[in-house]
């Protein structure tokens, strides 16, 4: 494993995490015995917009039970589950942390959905498939950390069918000038790769990929993370949210967001690209 690889995995990391999010459910008053997939929406959806943005960005795709998707670089499973309960469709979801993976798995177990859903620890920039392996692939908030970005999406192309649908929902670099730091895809500037947006689309491109639609989401994003940070700030941090993957730092990096997409500093495409059959 490379140094750049492992220093993003290290980002990722957290010890106990299993125990951690174990404990914050059941201070949250969450029966595990009965858990309810939405239940664990503050948890693992960790991207802008949440559970919100993953069903409306997913009924644009036209998602059934035949389809074998790819959510690349899963997390802790929060859409590939999403996918799988709203649309019958098999899963498999690839991330570079073991951790999440193994945390990823549990939960998938505990809700029953383990014969349609599972996890894979790799590289997103040398995936253990085989060409045209999938239907569809999704992936959100992920080529930040990712800085060959011809490579990634040359292995998205790779894996996926002829005719299939790429769907990405990524930070970009917007006009405003230099990302504040802590973010949460990075501390430091070393593990944070963004392109801006006609730079993203250029290189889906030149891959060959044909674009479908394109979307910012920029503004409802802001108003998201906006209104997040807002009840934080009034009523402290809730049970469960996604400082529990980050500790102690979430809530500068919280703030360095809002500051990030209020001054321009970072975009938010959505975009659904074809690879032609
Ligand atoms: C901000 S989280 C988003 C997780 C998930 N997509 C979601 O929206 O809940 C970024 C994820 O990308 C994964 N990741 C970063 N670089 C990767 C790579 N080269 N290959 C696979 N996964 C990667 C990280 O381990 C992390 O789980």
């Not at 993003?8 to 009965?34: P, S």
């Not at 999938?134 to 990712?146: G, P, S």
């Not at 060959?148 to 002829?162: A, C, G, I, M, N």
């Not at 529990?244 to 690209?273: C, K, P, S, W, Y």
Request: with cysteine.
């Amino acid at each position: 494993m490379n140094s750049t690889v492992k220093s993003v995995e290290a980002h990722y990391t957290r010890q106990g995490l299993e125990r951690i999010i174990l404990t914050a459910l059941n201070e949250a008053g969450i029966d595990f015995d009965r858990l309810k997939a939405e239940d664990l929406a503050p948890i693992d959806q960790f991207h802008i917009g949440g559970r919100k943005f993953t069903l409306e960005f997913a009924r644009q795709l036209g998602l059934d039970e035949t389809m074998h998707v790819l959510d690349v670089g899963s997390g802790l499973g929060g859409a590939s589950r999403c996918l799988a309960l709203e649309y019958g469709c098999q899963v498999t979801g690839l991330d570079l942390s073991e951790e999440y993976c193994r945390v990823a798995s549990m939960l998938t177990q505990r809700l029953g959905l383990d014969s349609q859903v599972s996890f894979q620890h790799g590289n997103a920039l040398d995936m253990p498939f085989a060409d045209g392996t999938f239907d569809l692939l999704w992936t959100q908030h992920v080529a930040m950390n990712i800085a060959d970005k011809t490579k990634f999406y040359s292995e998205l192309w790779r894996v996926l069918k002829p005719g299939g649908k790429l769907a990405i929902y990524d930070v970009l670099a917007g006009e405003g000038g230099s990302v504040h730091f802590p973010v949460p895809w990075a501390c430091e500037p070393d593990n944070s790769h963004l392109l801006s947006p006609q730079q993203l689309r250029n290189r889906l491109e030149e891959i060959g990929f044909e674009v479908l639609s394109w979307q910012d989401a920029t503004a409802k994003g802001c108003a998201w993370f906006a209104n997040m940070n807002a009840k934080i700030n009034q009523k402290g941090l809730p049970r469960l949210g996604i400082h529990l993957l980050l500790g102690d730092e979430f809530r500068l990096m919280a703030q360095n967001q809002v500051r990030n997409l209020d001054e321009g500093r970072i975009a938010l495409i959505e975009t659904i690209m074809q690879r032609p059959s």
